[in-house]
């Protein structure tokens, strides 16, 4: 781990913010925290209680979840950070204020990374007047602490320093960095969700697949393919592997998947109040029944486990 990143400031505290909080201190981080929705602290606090088993991978459990702050007001205690986290509403007035004031109050050459999803920090830097070149975006996967994946995605005036010291920190904690050349709105990994979705909303909203087999569609198919070799190797493979694979597979099934994306096209989800109030009734069916406490804490260990597997192989 960099050695001059010891103490890292997380600005908002909500799901992505717990995670982000989780991983940092599972490291040996110490970890500043603050958010002012009521309840935070404690919802904190149950957090790291119920992610018990992962820091337990990496350490005692009570020295590691315990070095942490959390303070109603951060603003005096952003100089002390050596990275900052910023976890804030994805609103981009709300953005331009709180970054005007991280900018302002952080020391010279610390590292601004937000977890926007979807804003490309250039949206929200036009008031920082100190040192904007530091600021990026680092955007994680839910949740933060398991899923290795985050997207560092630079606004044009960010410094390759800060863009290399982002990846080297990321790297440094089990992450898995991508960087993102040039901004996109959505990034990467959001935007191949949105078409998937968009796809399934209009499979399930006009009846031709009920939720829950929807679900089964992707977590019993091409999911478990995508976690070991994605879109690309997938193809490739499908080819006889290789890079003439790919080349055998996109001719063999490029004249058929046109004529899918035009039927795609023609019944494209566009959310309109029918077809979300259709798709919300058809939901609510499958997922009322669900135990979501159970489902959390399987889907962590299976992931852990999946992890634990996938850092044995070379390529994955």
Excluded at 198 to 210: K, P, T
Excluded at 285 to 308: F, K, P, Y
Aim: negative net charge.
């Amino acid at each position: 781990m960099p050695h001059e990143i010891r103490t890292v400031a997380i600005v908002g505290c909500g799901v992505i913010g717990m995670g982000w909080a989780t991983l940092f201190l599972s490291q040996g981080l110490k970890v500043i925290v603050t958010d002012p929705a009521k309840g935070a602290r404690e919802a904190l606090e149950r957090y790291l209680d119920q992610a018990r088993p992962f820091f337990e991978r990496h350490g005692d459990f009570e020295q590691l979840a315990s070095n942490y702050e959390f303070v109603s007001d951060i603003v005096p205690r952003l100089v002390e950070a050596d990275f900052v986290q910023e976890n804030g509403p994805e609103h981009q007035e709300f953005k331009k204020v709180l970054m005007t004031t991280l900018d302002e109050r952080t020391r010279p050459g610390v590292v601004i990374a937000s977890s926007s999803s979807g804003l490309p920090s250039s949206a929200f830097i036009q008031q920082c007047k100190r040192d904007p070149s530091r600021i990026l975006i680092g955007h994680p996967f839910n949740p933060p602490h398991l899923i290795p994946l985050v997207e560092v995605v630079p606004h044009p005036g960010t410094s390759e320093q800060s863009v290399s010291a982002t990846m080297r920190f990321y790297q440094s904690l089990g992450k898995r960095p991508i960087l993102v050349h040039h901004e996109v709105p959505g990034f990467i990994s959001n935007r191949l969700q949105a078409a998937i979705n968009n796809e399934a909303y209009s499979l399930i909203s006009r009846g031709i697949v009920s939720a829950e087999d929807l679900d089964l569609a992707v977590t019993q198919g091409p999911g478990l393919r995508w976690a070991l070799t994605g879109p690309v190797a997938t193809n490739a493979l499908g080819g006889g592997g290789g890079p003439d694979g790919f080349v055998r597979s996109i001719e063999r099934l490029g004249p058929s998947i046109r004529a899918w994306e035009d039927d795609i096209l023609e019944h494209r989800f566009d959310w309109s109040e029918e077809k979300l109030s259709t798709l919300q009734d058809k939901v609510k069916q499958w997922l009322g029944g669900i135990d979501w406490s159970n489902l959390v804490e399987e889907r962590d260990s299976t992931l852990m486990q999946l992890l634990a597997a996938k850092s044995k192989t070379a390529s994955m």
